[in-house]
Each structure stands twice: as C-alpha cells, then as structure tokens.
C-alpha cells in the first residue's frame, strides 16, 4: 500500500520531540544539585516529560501518515506505550543522576533512553487498528534501534560531561543542541521505523469503527499536541520559578558563606556591637589575639578588651554617633592599645564601621594585632640609625642628635663640644691580621670610650675606625679630661691570641659657638683638628684653631696640584747610586721622585708622598715612576753595554692591587728590560701580610725580579721575614748608620750585615756621609752603600755624567 505524508505536521512532529527534549534536560540538569524530595520531583517530572514528548511526537507524526484505508488506535496499547515511554526515560534519568560525569551511567541512561523510544515507537504501530497487515525491513529495524541509541548517548553526553566547567551561557547552547540532537534521535527513529514498514492490504482485519477500545487519530494527535504544549508550557515555567527561587536562595547562602570564611575564619578580628556596646559576633581572630573564647565574649560589653583609661572616650565617641550621627572615628583606621585577658596590653590598628538596620544601629570593628610590625620598625630604625657592629648611633642619629643639641645650647647659652676620634695604626692591623680582628678591635675600643662619657653625651660611629662624640653643656676643661681619658683607654693593649694588640688615638675638638654655630661646621673643624693631632706626632688631642683652616686650605691646594701633576708632566726621577764597597764602581741606581710644581717649587716626598697614599694617587703615580726608571736603565745599559740594576719604592696601596705582577710584567715588556735589572724595595709593612704577600712575591721571583726589603729594623722587624720571603737585599736604615758611633747601634750593624751574609744577601748601607762610615762597613764585609759621601740624588743628567766616568770593571749582576 502506498502512504503520504502531510509536511506541516512532520515538522511539529520534530519540533515537539526537540521541545520535550529541551525541557527534559532542563528538569535533569537540575538533578546534580537538588536533594531529598526536590530531587525526586525533578526526575519524575523529567521523565514524564520526555517520555510524554516522544509519546506525543509519535502520534503527530502518524497523523501526518495517511494511508488509503482508515486507522484507529487500540486504548490499551496507546497506554501501554505511554507507560513504557515514561518508565524507560525515569530509569535513564535515574542513573544518570547517580553519576554525572560517569561515562558508564551515561551509556546505560542512552540505552535506557533508546529503548524508551523505540519501545514507544513499536508499541505505538502495534496499536493501530485497520486492514492491513504490517511487516519490517529487517535491516531499517535495526537501524532504528541504532539511531535511538547513538543520538541519545551523544545528546546526554554532550549536556552533561562538560556541564562543570561550562559558563551559564554555553551551558544553555549545549543544552539546546543536546534537545536537538535528541529530538532528530526521536524523529529519526520514527521515520527509520515507518521506512521500514510495509503495509499489505487485507480483508481479515476489521475496520476501525467496528472494534470496540478504539480511538480516532486525528481527535487523539490534535489533543495530544495541545495537551503536551499545556504540559510542556507548566514545566518549563515551574523551572523558571525554580531558578529564581534558588538564585535567591543561593544568594542567602553565598552571603552566610562569606560570613563563615571571610569573617569568622579572617587574620583580623572582626567584633560586632549593638547600640548598647554589647558584643554579638566574636570571630576566631579575635579569640586568638584577645585571648577570650567566643562563648565568653558574647553578651559582654566592649569594655573587656579597652584599657581602663580609654573606655569613657569609647562610651562618649558611641553616643556622640547615636544622637548626632557624626564622629571623626567612622571609617578612619586607628593605632591605639587593647587589652588581652590576661591583662597584658598590645597595638592594634582598629576600623569602625556603623550599620542601621531599621531602628537598630550596629558597630563593626575590625582590629588587626600589630605587635610584630612595631617590632619591625624598632629594628628597622635600629639598622637605620645603629651601626651594626659596633650598635652606636650611626651619622644619621648623630646629626638628628647635634642638631637638637645645637638648638638647645643656643636656648640656654651653654658650651657644647663636638670630638672626632681616628685610631692610630689601625690599618696596619687590618690588613695584616685581617677584618674579623679589626672588627673586634673596634667593638672594643667602643666599649672603653662609652665608659668614659655621660648619660647625656652621645658616642656614635661615623665609618672605619672614626669615632664622633657630642658633649652638651660642658666646659673647655670637661671635654680635655674626657679627652685625656679616652686616650688612656683606648692606649690599654687588647688581648689577640695570647698576644697583645697596641693601637693609640688622635682626637680633635671644636666647641659651639667659637668654633662653628652651625653642625657642618663643628664636625668640619673636629676633623681638621684631628688632623692636626696626627701631624703632631699621633695619641694626643687637639683644640681648633684658627690657623688650622689654612693648614687645611694648603693640604686641599696640594692634593688638587697632585691630581694634576701626574697630567701636566710635573714629576721628575733623581737617581742616587749604589756602589760597591769595595770597587768603588756604581752597581745601580735608586730611583726617586720629585715634585716640580709650576708654584710652589719642588715639593718635597714626604709632603706629598703620604697625601698621594691616601687619596689612592700612589698607584699611577707609582706605575709612572716604575715605567719611566726601567726606561732610562735600559737606556743607560745600552749606552754601556751592559747591565744595570734599577731600584724602585713601592708601596703597600700598590702592591696590595691584585693586578700588581701584571704592571710590572707590561712594564718591562714595553721597556724590554730584562727582569734580573729591576729591584723592588719593599717596606715592611708590606711583608706583615704573609697570606698575601708570599704568594705575590713568588710570582716575581719567577719572573726575575730582584726584591729588596728597605729600612731593616725600623718597624715590626721580624727574622722570620728573611727566612720564609725570597729577598736578594736587605738594606740597612740611615738611623743606624748615623749612629754607628755608639756601641749599640754598631753592634746592631754588625749583627745585620753578619746575619745577611750567612743567608747569601746583598747588604746596602743607606745614608753613608762620612768615610768614617764606609770605613767601618767595609771592615764588617757590607756589600753596598748610598749616601752624600758619593752623591746625593741627582737627575738624569748628572746621573749619566757618572756614569760616564765611573763604572764598573764587570757586570754588575
């Protein structure tokens, strides 16, 4: 037989089936979060629906099937498919819901779905009545069961497995695309199955009107359709009503949520009052820092956790609020002190907050211990203002301190003093011993010092081993017996090792108003006066004057010529031979600088030798000297045609450089002087360092470079020097040559030259004026001298004239 289909109605047979999908899986998408009988209702109510929809698509769609005979429809069996429709769409949903993202429960909820359908489907054409008989394309059946299965798997789960993560919006696209997904799983198992039936005309079926049970297809589609679309419309706006309820119930929870994590559980405590002062809320925080449990607090009055002396001015600011709705404390964050059960006090910084809720005020205070963050200041204005190794007052608090002191003896008309301390030979036993003992050496020093001053003087530490003190209302003859006294104490050896350590101390002294009314000022013209105690011989003190200003003019005059000098082409070498004692031939040379200053004349070194170490000008100016004396020797050795050994003084700043032995192999690189003619006098302060000494004067060694030590036995002379350091030359101080006279001194000469034969080292005699002298080191076997006997240091030309006319009969090496 051969069948129509009307359009109209197929395609609100397929928009039911979408349309019941959607609201079906609107109803479960809300079975995740509901509970207890909520849930129950959504999964009855969404099974209902959708097995209802794909009951009613059904029927429309056979309604738009016309045959060339009548049909009617078995009750019964219309029933049955309903029932069956519903109870396999309730299972579905049931087990989806016990799992939602569980890839098991979503196939066996499509299977379930699947066979909802397609049970309806079958049920549904078994119950037509007309006469013709039914078969089915085996192959179709199957693929209506596929179809079934496959669309319904594929709608949940795209619904529901991205459901977690999905925006409101998204969640809403996916879930329509799911109803369409299942509403084409629905139609297009409906038509797969009609495509697989074959209706074969036959008289053995009775017509529709003569069977009792039956029912008319268009009374009962059109009914149907209405039916749903009622149905359909009160579930749909039952969700809708759902939502806004359970937004605002969610809203209610969120905001109690907010509560319980936010306030209860905050770092800060959180106090609310009510008009009466009385505590209503008591969140851990304030357990915590307060020391009261919540049970209590609550129903106390605020006054428990205010000190004594501030609850009036706490009741006062309340009621102010209260009548006049104005105070200067709402909304502003305060410091001020609590207090702990126990009775303790602590900082906390408070906010207060006021609420109205209709005739009621409440008040909301956040309050935040602060104890650990004013401990963190106090140490930060310790590392601000303390010296950390000495923990004196630094500069800054010494000039916060000087100024007040300023202001204040201006106001009353007294003294006040301003002493600057610098340790004498400090840096010799920093260097030599290290900065660990130089540290305990000025911690020590600052515990002496601090024992000799008043609770109103201030001792701090300005940088290195300078020391600064304030004296205020004192007197001139005060600060020279403090002075005195600091002297002496710092003078007392210090324990080192089971040795002891001896150092001394220069101070200068200005006094307000005579010597400055202004803090740059004192401080300036104590450092001047400092100075000046240096010059005078060290360990003492001295009070400004004003002739030191020019001494200070002079000493800045000079070290800006200094910087230029070296630029301007202002230095000169003399040269002061060294000669055999026993020849009388020149075996070398010492070199030695001059000043010639466009000014002032020649300058002499010890005017600006020492000024040129401490402004750190030695080293280039060093690196000059040694570059232009290897010049010249090599000149000279050219001129002769054979060897000559240069002399040159180096100093610890120089050789102290880590770059030291790279300077003199350019040095002689660039001069092509061979190593074994340069001779380094090294002082001995240098060779106090052996740690870095040793290792440094090898390395010369292994050059060629001859090393002299200069001035023996006028400092801290050690035999030990001559037995671990690589010398080739020792060389004898002029203080005991000139004083050779006396039995001692020439003993002592003796003993030396003896002492530096037997370790195979060449002896010079410095300062040899006399041939009384050269006779009497050339009966002790010394092997060179320099003096005026010979020559003086002469410059270059001088220096070449002799040794144009005195030489020596062979090599000189």
Not at 235 to 248: A, E, N, P, T, W
Not at 618 to 628: A, E, N, S
């Amino acid at each position: 037989m051969t069948a129509t289909y009307n359009i109209p109605l197929v395609i609100l047979s397929v928009a039911i089936a979408i349309y019941s999908s959607y609201t079906a899986l609107s109803l479960a998408s809300r079975l995740h979060a509901a509970k207890g009988n909520l849930k129950k209702i959504w999964l009855s109510a969404g099974a209902f629906s959708l097995g209802f929809g794909i009951w009613a698509m059904h029927f429309i769609a056979m309604l738009a099937f016309h045959l060339s005979i009548e049909v009617t429809y078995n009750v019964y069996l219309v029933m049955l498919s309903i029932i069956l429709a519903v109870v396999a769409c309730g299972i579905a949903f049931y087990i989806v819901s016990k799992g939602l993202k569980k890839r098991r429960h979503m196939l066996c909820g499509a299977a379930f779905i699947g066979t909802g359908i397609v049970s309806m489907h079958y049920v549904g054409m078994d119950a037509m009545q007309m006469e013709a008989a039914i078969e089915y394309d085996q192959v179709l059946l199957v693929a209506s069961f596929i179809i079934a299965f496959l669309a319904a798997w594929g709608a949940l789960y795209l619904l529901f497995y991205f459901q977690k993560d999905a925006t409101p919006f998204n969640f809403r696209i996916r879930k329509a695309i799911s109803a369409v997904i299942m509403g084409i799983a629905i139609s297009g198992m409906h038509y797969t199955g009609m495509a697989a039936a074959n209706f074969t005309s036959s008289h053995e079926h009775p017509a529709s009107h003569h069977i009792a049970g039956s029912i008319n297809s268009t009374v009962m589609a059109y009914g149907v359709g209405i039916g749903m679309t009622f149905i359909l419309g009160i579930v749909l706006g039952s969700i809708y009503f759902d939502k806004r309820l359970q937004m605002k119930s969610s809203e209610l929870e969120f905001m109690d949520n907010i509560y319980q994590n936010f306030v209860m559980n905050a770092n800060d405590a959180v106090i609310l009052l009510d008009q009466n002062d009385v505590i209503i809320s008591w969140n851990k925080a304030a357990e915590h820092i307060f020391g009261y449990k919540a049970e209590e607090a609550l129903g106390q009055v605020m006054d428990i956790i205010i000190p004594e002396r501030y609850r009036q001015a706490h009741k006062d600011g309340i009621q102010r609020y209260l009548q006049t709705e104005e105070t200067s404390l709402i909304g502003k964050t305060l410091e001020i002190p609590a207090r702990k059960k126990d009775g303790t006090e602590l900082p906390i910084e408070l906010s207060i907050s006021a609420l109205k809720r209709e005739e009621e005020t409440y008040f909301s205070g956040i309050m935040r211990d602060i104890s650990e963050r004013k401990k963190a200041e106090e140490q930060i204005n310790e590392l601000v203002y303390r010296d950390p190794l000495t923990n004196l007052p630094n500069r800054r608090l010494f000039n916060d301190y000087l100024a007040k002191s300023i202001e204040q003896a201006s106001f009353d008309g007294q003294l006040l003093a301003v002493m600057f301390i610098d340790l004498d030979r400090f840096k010799n036993i920093n260097d030599s011993l290290g900065h660990a003992i130089g540290d305990m050496l000025l911690v020590e020093v600052a515990k002496r010092m601090e024992a000799c001053i008043g609770m109103k003087d201030m001792l701090a530490r300005q940088g290195g081993d300078e020391y600064i003190l304030i004296f205020p209302r004192t007197s001139h003859q005060e600060v020279a017996n403090t002075a005195t006294a600091i002297l002496e104490s710092i003078n007392k050896p210090y324990a080192y090792e089971q040795n002891e350590l001896i150092v001394s101390g220069s101070i200068g002294i200005s006094m307000f108003p005579e010597d400055g009314k202004d803090a740059e000022t004192l401080v300036k013209h104590a450092d001047l006066s400092m100075y000046r105690a240096k010059e005078l011989g060290k360990n003492n003190f001295q009070f400004f004057t004003a002739d030191m200003n020019e001494l200070i003019a002079n000493k800045m005059s000079l070290e800006l010529g200094l910087r230029k000098a070296l630029t301007n082409n202002e230095f000169e070498l003399y040269y002061q031979p060294q000669v055999e004692v026993e020849s009388g031939a020149i075996k070398g040379m010492e070199a030695l600088i001059r000043w010639r200053n466009p000014k002032l004349g020649i300058v002499p070194p010890n005017e600006f030798i020492p000024l040129a170490e401490e402004t750190g000008l030695i080293i280039p100016i060093g690196k000059w000297v040694m570059q232009t004396a290897c010049e010249q020797a090599k000149k000279w050795e050219s001129m002769l045609n054979k060897p000559l050994r240069i002399s040159v003084n180096i100093s610890a700043l120089q050789f102290q450089q880590p770059d030291f032995t790279d300077v003199v192999k350019k040095v002689l690189e660039r001069t092509n002087l061979s190593a074994t003619s340069l001779e380094l006098e090294l002082t001995e302060s240098i060779v106090q360092n052996p740690q870095h000494a040793l290792p440094v004067m090898k390395e010369l060694k292994e050059m060629g470079v001859l090393l002299s030590l200069d001035d023996f036995g006028t400092g801290y002379s050690s035999l030990s020097y001559l037995r671990s350091f690589p010398l080739d030359t020792l060389k004898i101080d002029k203080l005991f040559i000139d004083n050779m006279h006396h039995v001692k001194d020439e003993a002592i000469v003796s003993t030396i030259i003896s002492m530096a034969n037997s370790l195979e080292l060449n002896v010079i005699a410095e300062g040899v004026e006399t041939t009384e002298q050269l006779a009497s080191l050339a009966g002790k076997a010394c092997d060179e001298y320099q003096g005026y006997l010979f020559s003086k240091p002469v410059p270059c030309e001088e220096f070449e004239s002799l040794l144009q006319t005195i030489t020596s009969p062979e090599p000189a090496m």
